[in-house]
């Protein structure tokens, strides 16, 4: 349960700095790297990375890349991105913390062959 309240907030910090990020367009503002780039590209790529799964999610099942102009799939990515998320890091919890409470070791694993 702890996992998804986590995931929640970082859907909701995440898709309000990637909003925050593209209402940034004078030129100013939106410095360029050397190769071109400008960094508010890199820092919405980097900070949108938790609104990936929905993303994904809602590419493949609505395929075609004008549904993303309609609102209501749109709102979409980030609810599936909490239940994406909340997976992700309950996965990756319960598997740090069986490492270190040692419940990985082999005697704690299934042997089929005796």
Do not use: C, N, Y
């Amino acid at each position: 349960m702890l996992s998804f309240v986590f995931s929640a907030i970082a859907v909701i910090v995440s898709a309000a700095i990637v909003v925050g990020l593209s209402t940034i367009e004078s030129p100013e503002a939106a410095m360029t790297t050397s190769g071109g780039t400008r960094v508010v590209e890199i820092a919405g790529a980097v900070f949108g990375s938790p609104l990936v799964g929905g993303f994904l999610f809602v590419s493949l099942v609505f395929g075609e890349w004008r549904a993303f102009h309609q609102a209501g799939i749109l709102l979409l990515i980030p609810l599936i991105s909490v239940v994406v998320d909340g997976f992700l890091i309950f996965l990756i919890w319960e598997f740090f913390h069986r490492r270190k409470s040692g419940e990985l070791k082999s005697e704690s694993i299934l042997h089929l062959d005796r």
